[in-house]
């Protein structure tokens, strides 16, 4: 194998620091540092360092996503041949699955090839290091948008989420908004006809009238019966965005998040129970002489596995770069997402999913719970140095 | 009243080449040099001149804005060499010795029935302020300060580094003259730390707090106990000083002598005959290890704090361990995959060197990734013990915002309390020098 790193060498001598080529510098060395970690040693601080990095970190979250997106690639395909007659008898497996990936496949191109570019030409202009934040965000999009979405709107709500959301805040690790949901949310705004009503979650519902395609939360928010059971719901042969629908597929992710350390298990935990309680006190409503609604009598455990909320806690909730910083922090905008997410659902018809907007809404406020931790961290200290010395010095 | 500190938070980082538990008289060096940039702010005034004799305890140089702030030979020799570097900065004062010392002669003096002016002058003109470190600020003392407190850690927690219990178990009456002497120095107490192996020998030391600590490094290090036992603020100073050192201040107080013994712990996967060798201060650290390739990194100090040494140069004015690891400059292919490359350790669990976590790693210096924003949140808490938020600190440091710094605690930290964070981040943040950058801000701007 030295030969390969040999002729990359090669190939990097016009992009060294003097050679004319030297500000593409960025691209180059993210392409070879993805194939090779650098040999780079420690010039100063500890000789020794940990194995892990930041592309490691992303990778795993991306190994954490393929369950769910396998998952929601054959999901798409039989969500639309079911409804068939021709396939009356059963679904087999790889149809499902190879149209699911015909439709998907194409976005996860376009969601890449677009982020990738914006992120390698502003790491040019800038002159830093590509970061490899985008490689989660970017298969993240497609993932959560509905399946039929044209591929120019999936795009444009990458250049949006790339441009607005992060690097006008400065690019990875300073950006206030969860980058992918920016994008869905962005969609969500620009495009309403696409990403809403009960025609697009289902692949080509819109073009067939026999194919229906309403999401569960649709169907409370229009008091119309539910047709899945419990069990539909948990497992995730339900409509719904790509990647949303399957529990299970996705707490495979995050057991695989919460072992690695990668996803704080506090904010999966605290969002579920915040969820949890907001609809339990629904579901207390006609205990309470209030009749309620078809949403609200909804029983507080199926909350949990229908929709995007799950998805959303596991894998958007947790980006640390949004989310609080703060061990206690993390406690409390954990459970504000999961209360605020159910909250939003049963009191909005025009939101039928609340998930996206309760994490960007907390996402707004994860400064705000952090600052007032670190006060109380604060005040504990300039208590004790007045219980010290019997007044309060300070340098400024 | 002592009290005992448990540790929780941190990370005790096992590699190999451990020292075995054997006591070397290491060969004479030829030179030994004191490095003035070893005491960090002070700027050296020189007293004698390049080809000057001079005995063991004979004052070198002294700082400029502390005329009492004395610094003294080691050995007794002649002065080979004033060696500077840019901007004319000394950053070596070599020494050529002689076959054997000679000691000048302080006089003998009781440090029990001293008044505290008469031990404090003992203890600065035989060169022993140089030993005592100020906090906070991690900085070389005033000689005019009387400090709140004096902490002395005998807990030895760093990665292989000397076993402080064994340093000194043939130094117990030097070390209680040394505490005897410390006690006139401060207005508060002598806290002293110990760990299983050191209370052995200390326990029947009297005059000071004994504290027992337990627990991953960096319980060990002396600004996580004082921040459990008694934490720094604005406004207060204390000392602290090297165990073995107080041995060495108590013998100039026994003896009249300034004997500058040091017990190096030689260790790390690329050394040799890992063992203790009994030297001088400011020793070759070649006439230890030989000339080594660079293939091999010479660390005067332990793996985390150290600094880097080239063949020739001379070990740390502070250090009691020399480490030998291997340099790590090359590639690793699909170096990101998780799983792999399990030899290496990982805090994190995207490595499965966690399953085992007794196994002995010999790691290289490499980087083992490139420096990124800041993204993974709370993995710098699980490795510093303090009530402190490490992260906000360091940003705050980056910022330069000194109310921000303050109320965050930086008067409590020193870099050395960071190295874990410089090891475990995985943004490669190289945290000691952004709270060295950030102490320094604030002696400029507070003092």
């Known amino acids: ?396 | 009243m002592s009290k005992d500190i448990r540790i929780k938070r941190g990370l005790t980082l096992r590699l190999k080449g451990e020292a075995e538990k054997q006591v070397v008289e290491a060969p004479r060096s030829k030179t030994y040099a004191i490095k003035p940039p070893d005491f960090y702010t002070v700027v050296p005034k020189m007293v004698v001149k390049e080809g000057a004799t001079v005995l063991a305890g004979d004052v070198l140089f002294f700082s400029k804005y502390d005329e009492n702030l004395k610094f003294t030979s080691p050995i007794s020799g002649t002065i080979k060499e004033v060696k500077r570097a840019e901007k004319r900065r000394i950053i070596e004062v070599i020494v050529d010795a002689d076959p054997t010392d000679s000691f000048k002669d302080f006089g003998k003096m009781n440090a029990s029935s001293s008044t505290a002016e008469a031990v404090k002058g003992r203890v600065f003109e035989s060169g022993c302020g140089a030993f005592l470190n100020q906090r906070p600020y991690d900085i070389a003392v005033d000689s005019k300060d009387t400090p709140k407190a004096i902490f002395i850690s005998a807990v030895t927690t760093a990665p292989l580094a000397a076993d402080l219990g064994f340093v000194l178990k043939d130094k117990v009456a030097a070390f209680q003259e040394g505490i005897n002497a410390l006690q006139k120095l401060t207005s508060g107490k002598v806290h002293l730390s110990v760990d299983a192996s050191s209370e052995e020998i200390l326990k029947g030391i009297t005059g000071v707090e004994l504290h027992k600590v337990t627990g991953p490094h960096p319980a060990g290090n002396v600004g996580v106990q004082i921040h459990k036992l008694d934490p720094i603020n604005m406004g207060e100073k204390v000392w602290t000083i090297g165990a073995e050192d107080v041995a060495i201040l108590g013998n100039v107080f026994l003896t009249g002598e300034f004997r500058a013994d040091r017990t190096i712990a030689l260790v790390g996967s690329e050394a040799k005959d890992q063992k203790y060798y009994k030297l001088k201060i400011g020793a070759n650290s070649s006439d230890l290890v030989g000339q080594v390739s660079d293939d091999i990194r010479i660390i005067s100090g332990n793996v985390l704090t150290g600094t880097k040494l080239s063949n020739n140069q001379y070990i740390g004015f502070f250090d009691n361990t020399l480490s030998l690891i291997p340099e790590g400059n090359t590639y690793r292919m699909f170096g990101w995959l998780p799983f792999t490359y399990n030899k290496i350790h990982s805090n994190s669990r995207t490595s499965f060197s966690f399953l085992f976590p007794k196994k002995k790693y010999a790691l290289t210096t490499n980087l083992n990734g490139e420096e990124r924003a800041l993204v993974v949140t709370g993995e710098m808490e699980e490795v510093l013990p303090m009530d402190i938020y490490p992260m906000q600190l360091l940003k705050a440091c980056i910022a330069g915002d000194i109310e921000k710094m303050e109320n965050l605690g930086i008067y409590e930290v020193a870099p050395e309390d960071f190295a874990l964070i410089d090891y475990v981040n995985t943004s490669k943040l190289e945290a000691q020098d952004i709270i060295r950058l950030g102490l320094d801000l604030m002696i400029t701007e507070v003092g």
């Not at chain 1, 206030?176 to 289902?202: D, E, Q």
Request: net charge neutral; aromatic share 12%.
């Open chain 1, 1 to 396: 194998m030295e030969w390969i790193r040999q002729k990359l060498d090669q190939f990097k001598v016009p992009f060294n620091k003097g050679n004319k080529l030297e500000k593409y510098a960025p691209a180059i060395n993210a392409l070879d540092t993805f194939l090779y970690t650098p040999n780079h040693t420690t010039q100063k601080g500890a000789h020794v360092r940990d194995a892990v990095d930041l592309k490691r970190t992303m990778i795993t979250v991306v190994l954490a996503l393929v369950p769910a997106l396998i998952f929601g690639m054959w999901n798409g395909g039989y969500q639309y041949l079911h409804q068939l007659p021709e396939y009356a008898g059963g679904v087999p497996f790889m149809d499902a699955f190879l149209h699911g990936a015909w439709k998907i496949l194409p976005m996860i191109a376009v969601s890449y090839g677009v982020g990738l570019g914006i992120e390698f030409a502003f790491a040019i202009f800038r002159g830093h290091e590509v970061n490899e934040g985008y490689l989660v965000t970017g298969l993240l999009i497609p993932m959560i948008m509905p399946i039929d979405i044209p591929l120019w709107m999936v795009a444009i709500s990458v250049v949006f989420a790339v441009v607005i959301g992060k690097e006008a805040f400065g690019g990875t690790g300073m950006n206030i908004l969860n980058p992918a949901l920016t994008a869905r949310a962005f969609a969500f705004f620009a495009y309403p006809t696409f990403m809403s009503g009960n025609k697009v979650w289902v692949s080509e519902a819109s073009n067939i009238d026999a194919v229906s395609g309403e999401t569960i939360l649709g169907s409370l928010a229009s008091s119309s019966d539910v047709p899945y059971s419990a069990m539909d719901m948990f497992t995730g042969i339900i409509p719904g965005s790509i990647a949303e629908t399957s529990t299970i597929c996705i707490l495979a992710g995050a057991l695989l998040l919460v072992l690695t350390k990668v996803g704080s298990w506090r904010i999966i935990l605290s969002a579920f129970i915040g969820a949890a309680i907001m609809a339990l006190i629904f579901n207390a409503l006609p205990n309470m002489g209030i009749e309620g609604n078809a949403l609200t009598n909804f029983p507080w455990y199926q909350h949990l596995i229908i929709g995007g909320l799950s998805f959303g806690i596991v894998f958007m909730a947790t980006d640390p770069v949004s989310a609080a910083q703060t061990t206690k922090g993390k406690w409390i905008y954990g459970f504000l997402i999961g209360f605020f997410a159910v909250m939003i659902r049963v009191f909005n018809p025009a939101y039928p999913e609340g998930i996206m907007l309760a994490i960007l809404l907390m996402n707004v406020f994860a400064p705000v719970i952090d600052h007032y931790v670190i006060q109380a961290n604060i005040n504990r200290r300039k208590k004790r140095a007045v219980s010290a010395s019997g007044q309060l010095k300070t340098a400024v």
